[in-house]
């Protein structure tokens, strides 16, 4: 297309209709579609990710929790022990193997490493010492602790002379070669001797030692027991996606001193080192790290925590953790598929888009072309879109019309023109006045034509502009009816083309409520509850998710209620919130809607059940009050009063019964749409 110049009547350069259309048609698809899935994708990654680290940090919790019992169950079965009077009788009991044999049964039995008792200088009273005896550090914050009165149970950290004091199988159980590990702090080192124990101490009084400390340990060093336990308790079959699986270590320093990772099929990584990145964060600082983490050979979403002895210092972690590799995998494939889907919906739509441009921008093209001929001269030129039926093709009709009678004119000034000349010769003085007041009046007369002419186009294209909307929605109903069954596969392109159009006649209807408000003041629309129902139930699910509620649905209901769909779905919101809080137990929550009469009225019921705690008659009565709330600051106490007069505004009824202890029902009653 172009535009003419008001100054010399000279059609100057533009753009093309055909680029705008062009334009209109594919930007939604090709740009602000794009630019949605972009933002929508890198959104979803986002949360996926946290996701991942979410679970990992309540995996780490489990970890956390099992160890701190550990450590609970050692110190409660040493204070049972030393309180029992099995034990008071092996103490007293005359003969050198009863109290040995006591305590070596009970260390079995309770599944500790070690059980001594000992005096305040740390030297073992039993079982009994080979020459020159064994003792233990006194300086333990356990002792010192136990002898002060109270028993105690700590992590600490004991060398390799302690552990050969204790018992050399303990010491050679605690001795690991380092592993070379990629991306650990280098070192010098090429063993580990040292053992992470689990001990406690409680006071006891032996007769002839006077007070002593029962003293028990677990060694963690190569517990497989233990950390499988952590494990199998963390990472359940099934808890983990096909591919992926879940690891869990205990760490002496940096070093693996229990674990179930793998250097490779049957050999555990006991002796590697964990990464300096790591290292730095949890033992350097004491910070919990929730991130991925290289582990020994792959890439783990992982949590370690750091653990502290006795004295306080951070002298080992604990870890959590599983395969990254299965989640990204499934990442990228869905991103992909999400990719791949989108590229084919618009290859497919795209030719449709263009298809429909075409038969926009084809007419006017042929009607410019038109115009152009007559502004050459040929008056006879015609667009010829007699068969298109659509506002175009009317337009193009309207045009042709014009254009006949704008010739037929043409013909007649001619012809009168000729007359004129006639008579030049008679009287050509008058004549010549005349023949210019003739020509001065056909000039005018041609303009007004042509000014006629374009304003009733104009007319025509303003009358005829507010349909597209329409046209776009029943094209797309067209293209819904072609596609029949495949139309399932673009179900969320097509929906989201609907809700484009839906919100643009919205913008339209709320700028007529804007403009002629009296027009549209107290809207209603014809409802079915069973759609509404539908619709509040998304809104909630993640009430329902947090508890253990099941939801049961009974739509009988064949009538229509005339009300605002907003107004009934923020009443039922509002409902099923509050039964959702009257089960914090769990429970059952039960939608009904079926037709009934109120007296001689026709309507429908929709009933809000629940087998929640239920309400007194005091509180019954009043729960329709403003203001009044049983959530104490949870509440502003106004929305079953503003529910009852959503309700009573359109004729009908919101009633409530409740027994104590068995739950509550809430009744809606709604008039029949006329």
Known sequence: MADADPDNGRVRGGRSIRFRLLAIALLPTLVILPLLLFVTMARWETKFDALLI?????????????????????????????????????VTRDGDTALPAYLEDNRKRLGLDFLLLV?????????????????????WPVLVSAFAGEAKTAIDIFSNAELQAISPDLAARARLELVPTPNAVATDRSTETRGMVVHSASPVLVAGFGEAALVGGILLNQNLVFIDTINDLVYREASLPEGSQGTATLFLDDVRVSTNVRLFEGKRALGTRVSAAVRSRVLGEGRVWLDSAFVVNDWYVSAYEPISDSFGKRVGMLYVGFLEAPFSRAKTETIIGILVAFLVVTIA????????????????????????????????????????????????FHLDSLLDQLQ???????????????????????????????????????????LAAIGEITAGVAHEINNPIAVMQGNLD??????????????????LIDEQIHRVNQIVTKLLQFAKPEEYAGYVERT????????????????????????????????????NRTELQQVLVNLIVNAIHAMPGGGTLRLTSADEELGERVGIGIHVTDTGIGMTEDVLSRIFDPFFTTKQCEGTGLGLSISQTLITRQGGTLKAESVPGKGTRFSIWLPEAN
């Open 349 to 396: 739509s795209v030719p449709i888009f263009l298809r429909w441009a075409r038969a926009i921008f084809k007419p006017l093209e042929r009607m410019t072309s038109t115009i152009t001929k007559v502004e050459a001269g040929d008056l006879g030129a015609r667009s010829g879109l007699q068969d298109a039926s659509d506002e175009i093709g009317r337009v193009a």
């Open 478 to 495: 067209v293209v819904r009816s072609v596609l029949g069954d495949r139309a399932d596969d673009l179900t969320t392109e097509l929906r």
């Open 528 to 563: 079915m509850a069973a759609n509404v129902i539908s619709d509040c139930l998304p809104l909630v699910q993640h009430l329902l998710n947090k508890s253990e509620i099941a939801v049961e649905r009974e739509d009988r209901a064949t009538r229509l209620v005339l009300m």
């Open 408 to 450: 037929q004119r043409d013909r007649e000034l001619r012809r009168w023109n000729d007359e004129l000349n006639d008579r030049v010769a008679e009287r050509t003085h008058e004549l010549e006045l005349a023949n210019r007041q003739l020509e001065a009046t056909t000039k005018q007369l041609i303009m007004s034509e042509k």
């Open 119 to 139: 005096d305040r200088t740390g030297k073992v009273i039993a079982p009994p010492q080979p020459q020159g005896g064994r003792s233990i550090r006194p300086d």
């Open 54 to 90: 979410s679970k990992v940090n309540g995996d780490l919790t489990i970890a956390h929790q099992y160890l701190s019992r550990i450590l609970e169950n050692t110190g409660e079965h040493l204070n049972a022990l030393t309180g029992s009077i099995a034990f008071q009788d092996a």
